[in-house]
C-alpha cells in the first residue's frame, strides 16, 4: 500500500500559551499517578492529610512516570497540531498509573468507564481501584486505553511497535524504551526494525530511550555508560540521535519540544521523499530521541536523609511507612501539594480548561486511538477457496507430499489478494519450511544493501525474515493487535525462544476477552515446522516440540492446538485459522515428505469434527467394542500408528482395532474444561468407556494425560510420545528411541487388551526381534548414512 501523501499542519515552537497547557497537563498527570500510588480518600487534599486516607498497602512504580507523562504530554501538543495519528507503547509497562491517568485526563477511560467519572467521586474510584482485589493491576494492561503493549515483561515494546506500523502508512508509534528494558535481549535485537520498514507503505516508529539511570535495585548499563559510547551504539544500528537531558522546568518543555519537533520533521521527510518519487530506495537513517531525566523526577529527592529522586531507591514507592510515619505523611502531603491540585482540578473536580485545550480531540486522542483497538479496523482477508490446492489422494497412505508446500501455494494467492493486510513472518526459513511459494508474488523485505548475489530480496518486499524468533512474533502480534493479519513460522524446537511471549499474547487475548469495549483482533497463527520426529540431520538440539505444552496451558477461550496428519487437512486448518478472531492457534506439522490420508472432503470433514475414526486403517466394523483403540495425534505418529494397525491386521486376524485420529487437540477435554471439547456420547463413541486405549502423541506424554483428565477411567489411556530422546539420526530411529515406533505400539496394543487372540505371543517376539534388528542395523551401518537415512518411517513393515 502506497498511502497519499497530504500536506501537514506544521508545529510551531513552544510558546508561553502552549507551556501553560503543557506543564498544567503534566503536573495533574503526576499528581494522578501519585494519587493513584498512595490514596484512598480525601482525592482533592480538601482537609488534612491524615492516616485514614492513605492505603493499607502501597504498590505501584514511581520512577518512570513522569518521564512518560512529558513525553505523552508533548507528543499530544504534537498531534494537536498536526493531526498526526499516533500510538503510545511503553516498554517500562509498571508506569501503568501514568498512562492511566493520561486516559482520564483525555477522558476516553470515562468514556469507556462510565464510573470513573471526571468529577471527585470518579478521581477516588480511579485511585481505590489501582493494584486492588477486583481493580487494575500496575501495569499498562488490557484494560487501559490506547494499549496494545503490557510491559510488565520486559523487553518487545520495539518489536511490537515496528510490527504496529507495517503496512500502516499514516500511524507513528511512539516507543518508550526503558532503560532497563535496554538491557533484556530481546531489546537489544530489536533496534535492527529500521531495516525492514519501508517508508513508502509503512508508519514510522520514533523511539524514545528514557535513561533515567535506575533499574529496581541499582544503575542501568546505558545511564552509566559514556554517552558518546550510547550514541555510537545507536547511530550504529542506523538511527539519527537527538539528545535532551535535564531536570530544570520549563527548560525540559522547551528542549523536549524542540526535540520532538526536529524527529517528527524528519519522519515527515523521509516519508515524502519516499511516496512523492524523490528516493533512491536507501534505507533512511530514522530518528531517535534519548531523554536522560531523574527518576522518580518531581518525587521526594530526600528520605531520612538518603538519596531518593534520580536513584533506584524512587523505582517504586518512594515513601513508605506512610501510615504509621508522621514524617512520611508530612512529606507525602507537600508532594501532592507541589502540583498544586486547586489550579488543576475546578471544584466538582473536573480537569480545568487549560488541561481539556491539551488533549487531541477524538480519535486523535493516543488513549482512543482506534489502532490500540484494532478489532475495530480489522477487514476480513480476502481468501481464495482452499480446496482449490487440494492434493490428490486416490487412497490413503500411498501418496507421499510435502504438506507445508500446498499451505506455501494458499499462502501465495493470500498476499496477492491481500497486498496491504497480510504478512508471514519467519525466521529466514521460509524456503527451508516448503512456503516458498510465497516468494512467486512477494520479496523479502530489506532495506539494507541488496547484491546482485541476493535473490528475492528488496524494498518492497513483504515477506518478513530476520533470524530472531522474538523479533517475528513480536512484529506479528503488532501486526494483529492493530488490525492486520498473518502467520509466524519455525522450527519447532526454537519456537520456545518465544515461548514467553506467546503465554503473554494468550494472556492479553484472554483478558481482551472480558472486556466488551475490546474488538476482537485476528488470531496470532504460529506453524511449527522442522519437527522433532523428522529433525534426523539436525540432532538433538532441533528436536523438542514444547511450545504444545505451554499453549496446552493456556485458557480454553484462548488457546488452540491443531496436528494436521497431511496436506488437505492442513489446507482446512489453515483456512479456518487466517478466518478466527482472538486466538492463539498452534499447527504442527512437518516440512518433510509424508504420506496423505484423506481426500479434501473427507478431510474437512475429519477437521470440522477434530477428531474421528479412520475405519479404512483399522478393522473395528462398529457394531461392538472393539479390542483396542489406537488413538494417534501428529503426522510422524499417526503414520506409526496406521502401521502398527496394518502389522495387526495382517498378522492376528480377528483382533479388532480401532484408529482414531485427533486434529484438534483441543476436544479431548471435556465441554466444561474447553470450547472445543467433545461431549460425553461423541467421547464414548470413539474411544468407547472400557476398551484401553494406545495413544500416540506427537509431544510430551503428559499432554493428553492432562486433556483426558476427568474423562471415564482415564488410566486406561497408555500414551507414548517424545521423551527427550533424540540425537543424529534416521527419521524411524526417532520413533523407536522414543518408544512410538509401530513395533512398540503393537506390543502396547497386545498387553493392555482384554482379549488375547492366538498368535499374539509370537507377534510380541516378533516385534522385539524387528527392534533388535533396527538396534543392529543403526550400529552396522553407523558410518554409511545415505543408506542409514533411506530407511525411513515408511519402508519398514
Given at each position: 500500500m502506497?498511502a497519499v501523501v497530504?500536506?501537514?499542519?506544521?508545529?510551531?515552537?513552544?510558546?508561553e500559551?502552549?507551556l501553560a497547557?503543557?506543564?498544567?497537563?503534566?503536573r495533574?498527570?503526576?499528581y494522578?499517578?501519585?494519587?493513584?500510588?498512595y490514596l484512598?480518600?480525601?482525592?482533592l487534599?480538601?482537609?488534612?492529610?491524615?492516616?485514614?486516607?492513605i492505603?493499607?498497602?502501597?504498590l505501584g512504580?514511581w520512577?518512570?512516570?513522569?518521564g512518560?507523562s512529558l513525553?505523552?504530554?508533548?507528543?499530544?501538543?504534537?498531534i494537536?497540531?498536526?493531526g498526526?495519528q499516533?500510538i503510545?507503547?511503553?516498554g517500562?509497562?509498571?508506569?501503568g498509573?501514568?498512562?492511566?491517568?493520561?486516559?482520564?485526563?483525555?477522558?476516553a477511560?470515562?468514556?469507556?468507564?462510565p464510573?470513573i467519572?471526571?468529577?471527585?467521586?470518579g478521581m477516588?474510584?480511579?485511585?481505590?481501584?489501582f493494584?486492588s482485589p477486583?481493580?487494575?493491576?500496575s501495569?499498562?494492561s488490557v484494560?487501559?486505553?490506547g494499549?496494545?503493549?503490557e510491559?510488565g515483561?520486559?523487553?518487545y515494546?520495539l518489536v511490537?511497535a515496528?510490527?504496529?506500523v507495517?503496512?500502516?502508512p499514516?500511524?507513528?508509534?511512539?516507543?518508550?524504551v526503558?532503560d532497563g528494558e535496554a538491557?533484556?535481549g530481546?531489546l537489544e535485537?530489536?533496534w535492527?526494525?529500521?531495516?525492514f520498514?519501508?517508508p513508502?507503505?509503512?508508519g514510522a516508529?520514533?523511539?524514545?530511550l528514557?535513561?533515567n539511570g535506575a533499574?529496581i535495585?541499582?544503575p542501568?548499563?546505558l545511564?552509566?555508560k559514556?554517552?558518546?559510547?550510547v550514541?555510537a551504539?545507536?547511530r550504529g544500528?542506523?538511527?539519527?540521535?537527538?539528545?535532551?537531558?535535564g531536570?530544570d522546568v520549563?527548560?525540559?518543555?522547551?528542549?523536549f519540544?524542540a526535540?520532538?519537533?526536529?524527529a517528527?520533521r524528519r519522519i515527515?521527510?523521509?516519508?515524502?521523499?519516499?511516496?512523492?518519487?524523490?528516493?533512491?530506495?536507501?534505507?533512511?537513517?530514522?530518528?531517535l530521541?534519548?531523554?536522560?531525566s531523574?527518576?522518580?523526577?518531581?518525587?521526594p529527592d530526600e528520605?531520612?536523609?538518603?538519596k531518593?529522586?534520580g536513584?533506584w531507591?524512587s523505582?517504586?514507592?518512594p515513601?513508605s511507612?506512610v501510615r504509621?510515619n508522621?514524617?512520611h505523611l508530612?512529606?507525602?502531603e507537600r508532594?501532592l501539594?507541589?502540583y498544586r491540585p486547586?489550579e488543576?482540578?475546578?471544584r466538582t473536580g473536573a480537569?480545568?480548561?487549560?488541561?481539556?485545550?491539551?488533549s487531541?480531540?477524538g480519535?486523535?486522542?493516543?488513549s482512543a486511538?482506534p489502532h490500540a483497538?484494532g478489532?475495530l479496523l480489522?477487514r476480513?482477508?480476502?481468501?481464495p477457496d482452499f480446496?482449490d490446492?487440494?492434493?490428490d489422494?486416490?487412497r490413503?497412505?500411498?501418496l507421499?507430499a510435502?504438506s507445508?508446500?500446498k499451505l506455501?501455494?494458499l499462502m501465495r494467492?493470500?498476499?496477492?489478494?491481500?497486498p496491504?493486510?497480510?504478512?508471514?513472518?519467519?525466521p529466514?526459513?521460509?524456503?527451508s519450511?516448503r512456503?516458498g511459494?510465497?516468494?512467486e508474488v512477494?520479496?523479502r523485505?530489506?532495506?539494507e544493501r541488496?547484491t546482485?548475489d541476493?535473490?528475492k530480496?528488496g524494498?518492497?518486499?513483504?515477506?518478513?525474515?530476520?533470524l530472531s524468533?522474538?523479533?517475528?512474533?513480536?512484529?506479528?502480534?503488532?501486526y494483529?493487535?492493530?488490525?492486520?493479519?498473518?502467520?509466524?513460522?519455525?522450527?519447532?524446537a526454537?519456537?520456545?525462544?518465544?515461548?514467553?511471549?506467546?503465554?503473554?499474547h494468550?494472556?492479553w487475548l484472554?483478558?481482551a476477552?472480558n472486556?466488551?469495549w475490546r474488538?476482537?483482533?485476528?488470531?496470532?497463527?504460529?506453524?511449527?515446522?522442522?519437527?522433532?520426529w523428522r529433525?534426523?540431520?539436525n540432532g538433538f538440539s532441533?528436536?523438542g516440540?514444547g511450545l504444545i505444552?505451554v499453549?496446552?496451558?493456556?485458557?480454553?477461550?484462548v488457546a488452540?492446538?491443531?496436528?494436521?496428519p497431511?496436506a488437505?487437512?492442513l489446507l482446512?486448518?489453515?483456512d479456518?485459522?487466517?478466518?478466527?478472531?482472538s486466538?492463539v492457534?498452534l499447527?504442527?506439522i512437518d516440512?518433510?515428505?509424508?504420506l496423505q490420508?484423506?481426500t479434501m472432503?473427507e478431510?474437512?470433514e475429519?477437521?470440522?469434527?477434530?477428531?474421528?475414526v479412520w475405519?479404512?486403517?483399522?478393522t473395528?466394523d462398529?457394531t461392538?467394542?472393539p479390542d483396542?483403540?489406537l488413538?494417534?495425534?501428529?503426522?510422524?505418529v499417526?503414520?506409526?500408528?496406521?502401521a502398527?494397525?496394518?502389522?495387526?491386521k495382517e498378522?492376528l486376524?480377528g483382533?479388532?482395532?480401532r484408529?482414531?485420529?485427533?486434529?484438534?487437540?483441543m476436544?479431548?477435554?471435556?465441554?466444561?474444561?474447553?470450547?472445543h471439547?467433545m461431549s460425553?456420547?461423541q467421547?464414548?463413541?470413539?474411544?468407547t468407556?472400557?476398551?484401553d486405549?494406545?495413544?500416540?502423541f506427537?509431544?510430551?506424554?503428559?499432554g493428553?494425560?492432562?486433556?483426558?483428565?476427568g474423562?471415564?477411567?482415564?488410566?486406561r489411556?497408555h500414551?507414548?510420545?517424545?521423551i527427550?530422546?533424540?540425537t543424529t539420526?534416521?527419521p524411524?530411529?526417532?520413533?523407536?528411541?522414543?518408544q512410538v515406533?509401530r513395533?512398540?505400539?503393537?506390543?502396547?496394543?497386545?498387553?493392555?487388551?482384554?482379549?488375547?487372540p492366538?498368535?499374539?505371543?509370537?507377534?510380541k517376539?516378533?516385534?522385539?526381534?524387528?527392534?533388535?534388528?533396527?538396534d543392529a542395523?543403526?550400529?552396522e551401518?553407523?558410518?554409511?548414512?545415505p543408506?542409514?537415512?533411506?530407511?525411513?518411517?515408511a519402508?519398514?513393515t
Amino acid at each position: 500500500m502506497t498511502a497519499v501523501v497530504t500536506e501537514p499542519r506544521t508545529l510551531p515552537e513552544l510558546d508561553e500559551t502552549d507551556l501553560a497547557r503543557l506543564d498544567a497537563w503534566w503536573r495533574a498527570n503526576n499528581y494522578l499517578t501519585i494519587g493513584q500510588i498512595y490514596l484512598q480518600d480525601n482525592a482533592l487534599l480538601h482537609e488534612p492529610l491524615t492516616p485514614a486516607h492513605i492505603k493499607p498497602r502501597l504498590l505501584g512504580h514511581w520512577g518512570t512516570s513522569p518521564g512518560l507523562s512529558l513525553i505523552y504530554a508533548h507528543v499530544s501538543r504534537l498531534i494537536r497540531y498536526t493531526g498526526q495519528q499516533a500510538i503510545y507503547l511503553t516498554g517500562p509497562g509498571h508506569g501503568g498509573p501514568a498512562l492511566v491517568a493520561a486516559g482520564y485526563l483525555e477522558g476516553a477511560y470515562t468514556e469507556i468507564y462510565p464510573k470513573i467519572s471526571q468529577d471527585e467521586a470518579g478521581m477516588l474510584r480511579l485511585f481505590r481501584q489501582f493494584s486492588s482485589p477486583g481493580g487494575i493491576p500496575s501495569h499498562v494492561s488490557v484494560t487501559t486505553p490506547g494499549s496494545i503493549h503490557e510491559g510488565g515483561e520486559l523487553g518487545y515494546v520495539l518489536v511490537h511497535a515496528f510490527g504496529a506500523v507495517m503496512d500502516n502508512p499514516d500511524l507513528l508509534a511512539i516507543a518508550v524504551v526503558g532503560d532497563g528494558e535496554a538491557e533484556t535481549g530481546p531489546l537489544e535485537g530489536s533496534w535492527k526494525g529500521v531495516s525492514f520498514l519501508n517508508p513508502k507503505h509503512d508508519g514510522a516508529v520514533l523511539p524514545i530511550l528514557h535513561l533515567n539511570g535506575a533499574k529496581i535495585a541499582g544503575p542501568t548499563v546505558l545511564a552509566r555508560k559514556d554517552p558518546n559510547e550510547v550514541r555510537a551504539l545507536l547511530r550504529g544500528h542506523g538511527y539519527d540521535v537527538v539528545e535532551v537531558e535535564g531536570d530544570d522546568v520549563p527548560g525540559m518543555h522547551f528542549r523536549f519540544a524542540a526535540a520532538l519537533g526536529t524527529a517528527w520533521r524528519r519522519i515527515r521527510e523521509i516519508q515524502t521523499a519516499a511516496r512523492e518519487g524523490d528516493w533512491d530506495g536507501s534505507r533512511p537513517t530514522w530518528p531517535l530521541i534519548i531523554l536522560r531525566s531523574p527518576k522518580g523526577w518531581t518525587g521526594p529527592d530526600e528520605v531520612d536523609g538518603i538519596k531518593v529522586t534520580g536513584t533506584w531507591r524512587s523505582h517504586q514507592v518512594p515513601l513508605s511507612g506512610v501510615r504509621d510515619n508522621p514524617e512520611h505523611l508530612a512529606m507525602l502531603e507537600r508532594w501532592l501539594k507541589s502540583y498544586r491540585p486547586e489550579e488543576l482540578f475546578d471544584r466538582t473536580g473536573a480537569p480545568n480548561a487549560l488541561i481539556r485545550e491539551q488533549s487531541p480531540k477524538g480519535d486523535l486522542r493516543m488513549s482512543a486511538t482506534p489502532h490500540a483497538n484494532g478489532g475495530l479496523l480489522t477487514r476480513d482477508l480476502d481468501l481464495p477457496d482452499f480446496r482449490d490446492y487440494a492434493l490428490d489422494v486416490p487412497r490413503p497412505a500411498e501418496l507421499r507430499a510435502e504438506s507445508t508446500r500446498k499451505l506455501g501455494e494458499l499462502m501465495r494467492d493470500i498476499y496477492r489478494r491481500n497486498p496491504d493486510n497480510f504478512r508471514l513472518f519467519c525466521p529466514d526459513e521460509t524456503n527451508s519450511n516448503r512456503l516458498g511459494a510465497v516468494f512467486e508474488v512477494s520479496d523479502r523485505t530489506f532495506m539494507e544493501r541488496v547484491t546482485p548475489d541476493d535473490v528475492k530480496l528488496g524494498r518492497d518486499g513483504r515477506v518478513v525474515e530476520v533470524l530472531s524468533e522474538h523479533s517475528c512474533h513480536g512484529w506479528l502480534e503488532g501486526y494483529n493487535l492493530t488490525g492486520r493479519h498473518g502467520m509466524f513460522a519455525t522450527y519447532e524446537a526454537f519456537a520456545m525462544v518465544s515461548a514467553s511471549q506467546t503465554v503473554q499474547h494468550g494472556k492479553w487475548l484472554q483478558e481482551a476477552r472480558n472486556l466488551p469495549w475490546r474488538a476482537k483482533v485476528p488470531s496470532l497463527n504460529v506453524l511449527l515446522t522442522s519437527t522433532c520426529w523428522r529433525n534426523d540431520h539436525n540432532g538433538f538440539s532441533h528436536q523438542g516440540p514444547g511450545l504444545i505444552q505451554v499453549v496446552l496451558t493456556q485458557h480454553g477461550d484462548v488457546a488452540r492446538v491443531y496436528l494436521p496428519p497431511d496436506a488437505n487437512c492442513l489446507l482446512s486448518v489453515a483456512d479456518h485459522c487466517f478466518r478466527s478472531r482472538s486466538y492463539v492457534n498452534l499447527i504442527v506439522i512437518d516440512k518433510q515428505p509424508q504420506l496423505q490420508y484423506l481426500t479434501m472432503d473427507e478431510a474437512i470433514e475429519h477437521c470440522t469434527r477434530g477428531a474421528g475414526v479412520w475405519e479404512w486403517a483399522g478393522t473395528d466394523d462398529g457394531t461392538s467394542d472393539p479390542d483396542i483403540v489406537l488413538a494417534c495425534a501428529g503426522d510422524v505418529v499417526t503414520m506409526e500408528t496406521v502401521a502398527a494397525a496394518q502389522i495387526l491386521k495382517e498378522r492376528l486376524p480377528g483382533f479388532k482395532t480401532r484408529v482414531v485420529n485427533i486434529v484438534d487437540l483441543m476436544t479431548l477435554p471435556r465441554p466444561k474444561d474447553h470450547p472445543h471439547g467433545m461431549s460425553e456420547t461423541q467421547f464414548t463413541e470413539l474411544f468407547t468407556d472400557t476398551v484401553d486405549v494406545i495413544s500416540s502423541f506427537h509431544g510430551y506424554l503428559g499432554g493428553i494425560h492432562q486433556l483426558v483428565h476427568g474423562r471415564p477411567d482415564a488410566d486406561r489411556f497408555h500414551v507414548r510420545g517424545f521423551i527427550e530422546e533424540g540425537t543424529t539420526t534416521t527419521p524411524f530411529d526417532m520413533t523407536v528411541r522414543n518408544q512410538v515406533s509401530r513395533y512398540h505400539l503393537v506390543m502396547d496394543a497386545i498387553n493392555n487388551a482384554k482379549r488375547l487372540p492366538r498368535g499374539a505371543t509370537e507377534l510380541k517376539a516378533w516385534c522385539v526381534a524387528q527392534l533388535a534388528r533396527h538396534d543392529a542395523y543403526i550400529v552396522e551401518h553407523l558410518e554409511d548414512m545415505p543408506e542409514v537415512r533411506d530407511w525411513t518411517l515408511a519402508d519398514r513393515t
